[in-house]
Every structure is written in C-alpha cells, then in structure tokens.
C-alpha cells in the first residue's frame, strides 16, 4: 500500500485533469486503482486529492512501478500557479481578469515589422565590425529607436521568433514596442568583439543620443509616452545574468508595460522603476530568481536617484531624489522570487545641513497594487518604504518563509495614508507588519523615518484574511526596535 497525499491548490478541472492521468499510467503499468478520495476545502474553494494506491507488484515490470513513482512525485512536486484568484464571501483575491485591461493604441504612420533575421534600417551599421551574429539584434532594434528618436516616435512589432539582446536597446518618447505572440528576448552575454562588454540591462528609456551623456534627465523631464506590449505568450528571459535588469526607467511619464513573462533573474530586477511619473505594469508574469545575498531582489523596484543610498546610478540620470508618482501596479503573477515589489532605501533632505527627524522625507505618493497573485517568496513580498497615499487591496499571497517570524506578507515602514485591505495572506508566519524603519549600510545617515496611519486607515488593516498562518493578526509599533507598546489588529480568519 502506498499513500501519497498532492497538497496543491489546484482548480476542480485540474483535480480531474491529475485523476484521469493517474488512471491511464496505473493501467498501463498493470497497477490496480484502490481508492481516491477528494477532500474539499470550503473556505478556500480548493481541491485536495488524497490518492491510495495498491500496487501489485511483478518483477518484470519493476521499471514501470519506478516511472509511476516518478510520475506520482512529479505532480506533486511541480509548482502551481496556474490558478489566478480565489474567491471568499462574494470577494476575489488575486489576478481579476473580468477587469479589462484598456487596449493601447498602436496606430503610428511610422510601423515597422521585425524578425531575428531583420538587417537594420541604417545600413551604414552593417559596416561596423562590431556587427556580428551575437550583436545583430540588438543593432536592429536600437537603429529604429534612433529612427524613433528622429522623427518623433513610432511603433516596433516584433514578429515570432528568439531574439538575443547584448547590449541596451534606448526607447526614445512617443514609441511602441509590440511583442507578438511566440517572441522570446533573451539577454545575451557575448558581444564578439573587444571594444565593449555586454551590458547588464536589456532595455533602457531614455533618448539613445542622451545614453552616455551625464546628468542628462532630472525630475520627470526624461522620456514621456512609451508602450511595451505583449500579444499572446511573450518572454523576457534574464537566463539569471547576474545584477542584470529587463527594463530601466528614470525621469519619465506616462509609461505602461503589459502582457509579457518575465524570467530567471539572479541579484538585479525585472523592472526598475525611479523618479516615474504615471507608470502601469499589468497583466504580467514574473517568474524565478536565484537567491540574491540580502534578499531584495525585486521583480520590481521602486528607488529613488540618490549618491548616497546608491540608488538609479546611470549616467544619464541626476541624482536629484525625485521619487516615483502615481503607480498602478496589477493583475500580475510572481512566482519563485527575493520579493515581488517594494523599495529596500529610503532618502531624506537635509535641513540646514541636517538630517531632522520627521523633516524633510521623501515619499513615493500614489501608489496602488491590486489584483496580483505573490506566491513562494523568500523574502517580505511588498515592502513599502517611505510611500504617501498607497493602496493595497485585493492580492493573494501566500508561502512566505512560514519557519521564520523575520519575513511578513507585508512589511511597512515610513508609510503616510497606508490603505491595505481585502488581500488574502496564507502559509507564512506574520501576514503584516508595520513598523518604525531606518537605512542600514549605505543611506543610514538619513534620520528614523516613522509612519502615520488615520483610523480608517487601521480599520481597513483588520479588513484582511489569512489562512494557515502563525500570527492571525497585524502588527502595529510606534518606536524604532521597540515593540512593547505595539498594537495587534486581529484579522479575519
């Protein structure tokens, strides 16, 4: 007799799906179907399978019993995240797809189609000797984005196929960048030549003649009015380069990426994000990372262009603490990662040549994340730091580090008008923490930044779920590693 029990949050047609093949191998193999026996879970509307087998065992067939075995193992061990939301009391946690994403409009007399095979439209790059079969996708794309940079904008629709990017591609304004169904963009390490190294990121939106140019863009005077668009399956893969990032943004507005899998990070980000003013990131997928040393690792990250935490350190940018504005961050999957969004500094301005206490803190203000599913982070999977007027509602997250008190669903700290309500926080040791924060390392000259909450604002924190959690409540401290005093806000369970 062997018992195996396939803990996974799968959907009912799924549950049928695992049934049905499970059937077919036990025939195959000549075993015999005791008994399976379904276990619904009410509360979180899930499927659990609990599935007895009795094997009868023939020597000849030893080899099908071990694939059958293998096979029983696989299902259980493959990771799941085909299920997007849940619902609980007429609510819907995680992704929402009923909620349309607005379609955006590509039209543009200046639309240009591309293959892997595409030469680029200024022929005089053909003639670099830098120009070869590891650099030749990258000379393609950047040459219409000069084009772009020219004329004004345009739209880039790149057709089916594997695309190796080595170096940055520069997004100028006004442009759209359309990923079609069956595009695969891999970051590329080889550049065939001597005169220049890989760079660390895939692209960058900024005007390409401004690249290497210092102190080029400062507020939100940067590239404005940029599209990156999937249409179908659509992948970005890191191939877990090291302290490589998918997409920069600095100092611009009015940008919006949609629609595209993003892959295998290792210590960067999928998505940088400083001094933005008016970005959305939606219907994407965010998946796997290699554990980075501290733990923040973000797919995406919001920072701030500052010498002394470090933050946003390209040439191109002035280092002039603008923070981001008004983000929209929703209907989005990350799976297997350091942490799904969040800001690991914070920055400050000195008055008088002094860093004051409640004086001169920078925030990040609006900014909204809704509708996304967080799944098996190593790490606090949202960490707000130093955010003004930020909405959290409507996430599922679930498998935080459930052996270790360190790590919460959500951690914040330096939050002004924090509205967390409505997420579903589920197999993890603290679902919710907010505390009194400070820089360590670098930044940490900056003075202790402390948070203010109105009384809605503690009435919606008590207006969460959690499942299967250590600590059913939400903590709430009001000194700098000081905890007697706390508040815990009991959730809903």
């Known amino acids: 007799m062997i018992e195996s029990l396939i803990n996974k949050k799968n959907s009912f047609l ?4 695992i049934m049905f093949v499970l059937r077919l191998t036990l025939i195959i193999t000549n075993c015999y179907l005791v008994d399976i026996n379904f276990y619904y879970y009410n509360k979180i509307n899930y499927i659990r399978i609990f599935i007895k087998l009795s094997i009868m065992i023939d020597l000849k067939i030893e080899s099908k019993i071990l694939i059958l075995l293998l096979l029983i193992l696989t299902i259980a061990s493959v990771p799941v995240y085909a299920q997007d939301s849940i619902s609980i009391n007429n609510s819907t ?18 639309t240009y189609y591309i293959t892997p095979y595409t030469k680029p439209c200024n022929k005089k790059i053909l003639k670099y000797n830098t120009y070869n079969k590891y650099t030749k996708n990258y000379y393609t794309m950047l040459s219409y984005m000069q084009k772009f940079e020219k004329y004004g904008g345009g739209t880039l629709i790149l057709k089916r196929g594997t695309y190796y990017i080595s170096n940055a591609v520069t997004i100028p304004s006004n442009v759209n960048l359309i990923f079609e169904d069956g595009v695969v963009i891999n970051k590329g390490t080889k550049t065939g030549t001597r005169k220049y190294k890989a760079a660390q990121s895939m692209f960058q939106l900024v005007q390409p003649s401004k690249l290497k140019k210092k102190n080029a863009y ?3 005077n940067g590239v404005k009015n940029v599209n990156i668009i999937g249409r179908g399956n659509v992948v970005i893969n890191m191939r877990y380069i090291n302290k490589s990032t998918a997409i920069i943004c600095g100092h611009a507005k009015n940008i919006q990426i949609q629609g595209i899998t993003f892959r295998n990070m290792y210590t960067g980000h999928f998505i940088e994000v400083d001094a933005i003013n008016g970005m959305k990131i939606s219907n994407c997928k965010f998946i796997s990372s290699k554990r980075s040393a501290v733990l923040n690792g973000e797919a ?3 920072d701030i262009p500052d010498k002394n935490t470090q933050g946003f350190n390209n040439i191109w940018s002035r280092a002039d603490k603008t923070p981001n504005n008004n983000i929209l961050i929703e209907n989005n999957l990350f799976y297997g990662l350091d942490r799904a969004i969040g800001s690991h500094k914070y920055s400050q301005w000195s008055i008088n040549g002094k860093y004051v206490t409640n004086k001169g803190q920078v925030y990040h203000k609006w900014i909204t994340i809704r509708n996304n599913r967080i799944i098996n982070m190593r790490s606090d999977p949202i960490h707000v730091l130093n955010w003004r007027n930020v909405v959290i509602t409507n996430n599922y997250i679930a498998n935080v ?3 270790s008190h360190y790590y919460r669903g959500i951690l914040a700290g330096g939050a002004v008008n924090l509205t967390i309500k409505n997420n579903y926080f589920e197999n993890m040791y603290r679902p919710l923490e907010v505390m009194v924060t400070k820089n360590n390392g670098v930044g940490s000259m900056y003075s202790i930044t402390y948070n203010s909450l109105t009384r809605e604002n503690y009435a919606d924190i008590a207006n969460n779920y959690c499942y299967n959690v250590v600590e059913s409540y939400a903590r709430i401290s009001f000194g700098y590693r000081y905890y007697v005093n706390m508040v815990k806000l009991n959730l809903l369970t």
Not at 14 to 17: A, D, I, Q, R, T
Not at 93 to 109: A, C, L, R
């Open 300 to 302: 995406i990250n919001l």
């Open 14 to 17: 799924e549950s049928l799906s």
């Open 401 to 403: 580090v459930k052996n």
């Open 218 to 220: 400062s507020g939100y």
């Open 93 to 110: 946690y995680g992704i929402d797809y009923t909620q349309k994403t607005p379609q955006v409009n590509t039209s543009s007399q200046r």
